[in-house]
């Protein structure tokens, strides 16, 4: 047989010629509709193979082209498409006389045989039999429902993939910046020890040397150059610790506000700060000094990227409500409301190829010696421990503009240690100081603590005895705090379920509440901050 086969891609093509003319047959090929039938009108064709979706001319509109007329409407046609895969889809190319349709990819032997079958039964047919589609009207208006539908799959499809690339993306940057902060933890704890002895012994050397000025000016220039090695690690030590700190309840355009009075001054006299606040409508949980650090390292990069020439800074708070569509694009966010804090500059952008990596621990694009590269690494690490989200705008010589989203707290819960009303606590820790300290905390707060230091006892108890909650350490050797967790609610599903942890920088906090914990108890923890955990905890 002589079959032309159409379709856009050359793949699709070449793999469709070798498979029928392995078997015999003569095979012509064109790339869409358009071409397609011009060689249909002089090619002499017994079968006609055709994609749907195609350039120029698609394979419906080829179908209602080729039945239009006399002579080629009586030359059998296959769609065989990989889009088009909706019964719907069948029944409309078939009403416009389509012989069959078969979706792709289709094993060889039965798209052969599916072949034979449709050349035969298309000899057999009474050629006034044909039906198909007569109204232009009726075809139109079909037409369009299949082609809005298929584009409306493929938005969908291609909404769906960037959005799993993107949350891909954040993932990977997330946990990069999990392993460098356990990194950077470690080395900036043996590096300080390290430089305190040799800041210790220059200070010896200078008192050593003062009848030798130029031994002591060698001493000065070793403690300076220590005390700059000490301001690294302090960042570094920020860094790696961004979640390790009790959090309290406090005011976003306030905290804001202290901390740029005292940098007005240091800001140079061409640049003009600009503060545009909403009234503090609901409290933030960060801890001590979380604000004022990012704020500092924000404006400080606002400067920077200004430079020596005027120019303006705009520090911005707002309430913000974050809706299920922005939350999937980032996955640090959650639907609900936010504090915002927005700081825009009109300095020189960040260049597309250094988007990617701005919070990347000691990525800079200042020149050498302007900065240490861990600023927004900084501020990154202290949103996630609040369990915020940041994001960045900017274009090239244009400015930048950082917004730092911070839950809002409902400003009615509780700001000081919280009062129990004799709720049952389970207090799981396997260090026993730590267990009785629990225990003699939740019993001051007013709570009936039950403290325990072996997973397997706890575990009988609650088969025997239900609890208003339980707080479980998450390293114990016999039975992890996750594991020990999936057992209770096994147990007794529902149960509420606090964690607690004294290394924050391996934890994620979303993910470790879609587990199903509802709070983070990050250790060392005073009462006031067990009392706060418990009650959120509760939900009293």
Known sequence: MKILCVDDRPESLFLLGALLRGHGHTVDTASDGHEALKLAENGGYDLVISDILMPRMDGFQLCRELHRNERLRQVPLIFYTGTYTDSRDESFALSLGADRFLVKPLDPSQLLAEITRVVAEKAARDPAAAGEIEDEAIYLKEYNARLIAQLETRMLDLEAANQRLAAEAQLRQAQKLESLATLAGGIAHDFNNRLAGITGFAHLGIEAASDHPSSAACFRAILKAGRRGIDVLSHLLTFARSGEAERRLVGLAEQTGIALDQLRATLPAWIELVTEFAADAAPVLVAEGQIHAAVTQLVSNASDAIGEKPGRILVQTSLFGVDAALARSHPGLCPGTYLRLSVTDSGTGIAPTALGRIFDPFFTTK?????????????????????????????????????LFFPAVDKDAPAGAAVGRGQRVLFLDDEPVLAALGEDYLTRLGFAPVAMGDPALALGYLRENPCDLVITDLNMPQLSGIDFAREVWAIRPGTRVVLATGFYATLDAHRVREMGFREVLLKPYSIHGLGECVVRALGT
Request: glycine share 18%; aromatic share 2%; hydrophobic share 30%.
């Open 367 to 403: 020149e050498f010696g302007r900065g240490t590269g861990l600023g927004l690494s900084i501020v990154h690490g202290i949103m996630q421990a609040c369990e915020g989200a940041i994001t960045v705008e900017t274009q090239p010589e244009r400015g930048t503009t950082v917004h």
